[in-house]
C-alpha cells in the first residue's frame, strides 16, 4: 500500500515570502491530489495532477513520476494561506479509487 | 453550480442511535466517496458508491452502509453509534476519474 509522506509538518512563514510544502509517495500511482482545509471546515481540491505542473493563481503543482515526490508552492503568501494543506494518492497505486493522505502541512502566514 | 452539499453540518446523536448522512454530488459527477476524519486526523476512506453500487470499500465494520441514487446523490447511515464515531464526514465527488470536489462535511458528535 502506498505510503505518504509530507514534509515540513508545520510551517511559519512571513507574509509574502515564498512557500514550498512537499510530499513523497512509495507506490506508483496515476494521479497525486493537493488538498486544503481550514481549521474546522471541510477540504478543497486544489490541484489534481499526473504530470508535469498546473498553475492557479499564486498556486503551483509540481510532480515527479520517476521519483515518486510532488511539492506544492506558493508565491507572495498570504495570512489568507493559512491552513492545512494535504497531499493524497490512490492507496494501491494507480487504478485505486481509494486515496490515502498524507499527515498535511499546517501553514501559518503571519502579516 | 451548487458544489457539494451536505446535510446536515451538525448533529449531536447518544450512543446506540442511528444517524443518516445525506450528500449531493457536484453537477455532472456519479461518483461519491465517503470519508470520516477524526479531530487532528487525516481522513479515511469509507467507501465509493457508483452506478448505485458500492465500488470499494475501507477497513469499516458493516455498521457503516450507504446508498446511492439513480439522480447520483448518496447518503452514509451509520448504527449503533459508539463515542468513536464522533467525527466530520466528507463526502467527494467526480467523474470520470477526473478531480475530486469535496463538500463541507457533516461534524457528528456522539455522547
Known amino acids: 500500500k502506498n505510503e505518504v509522506e509530507q514534509s515540513p509538518q508545520n510551517l511559519t512563514a512571513q507574509e509574502g515570502e515564498f512557500i514550498t510544502i512537499n510530499c513523497s509517495y512509495s507506490v506508483g500511482i496515476s494521479a497525486l491530489h493537493w488538498l486544503q482545509q481550514h481549521p474546522g471546515g471541510g477540504i478543497v481540491s486544489l490541484f489534481m495532477l499526473s504530470s508535469g505542473k498546473k498553475k492557479h493563481g499564486r498556486l503551483i503543482a509540481t510532480i515527479n513520476i520517476q521519483e515518486k515526490h510532488s511539492s506544492l508552492h506558493i508565491t507572495a503568501s498570504h495570512p489568507r494561506d493559512s491552513a492545512v494543506y494535504i497531499c493524497?494518492?490512490?492507496?494501491?497505486?494507480?487504478?485505486?479509487?481509494?486515496?490515502?493522505f498524507g499527515k498535511g502541512t499546517k501553514l501559518s502566514v503571519i502579516p | 453550480d451548487a458544489g457539494v452539499t451536505q446535510s446536515p453540518t451538525h448533529l449531536i446523536k447518544t450512543r446506540g442511535q442511528q444517524v443518516t448522512l445525506r450528500c449531493s454530488p457536484k453537477?455532472?459527477?456519479?461518483?461519491v466517496s465517503w470519508y470520516q476524519q477524526a479531530l487532528g486526523q487525516g481522513p479515511q476512506f469509507i467507501f465509493q458508491?457508483?452506478?448505485?453500487?458500492?465500488?470499494q470499500r475501507g477497513n469499516f465494520p458493516d455498521r457503516f452502509s450507504g446508498h446511492q441514487f439513480p439522480n447520483y446523490s448518496s447518503e452514509l447511515n451509520v448504527n449503533a453509534l459508539l463515542l468513536g464515531d464522533s467525527a466530520l464526514y466528507l463526502c467527494?465527488?467526480?467523474?470520470?476519474?477526473?478531480?475530486?470536489?469535496f463538500g463541507e462535511g457533516s461534524r457528528l458528535t456522539v455522547l
Open positions: 453537477s455532472g459527477h456519479d461518483t
Open positions: 458508491y457508483y452506478e448505485e453500487e458500492e465500488r
Open positions: 493524497a494518492v490512490p492507496v494501491d497505486g494507480a487504478g485505486s479509487y481509494q486515496l490515502t
Open positions: 467527494a465527488t467526480s467523474w470520470g476519474g477526473r478531480e475530486l470536489f
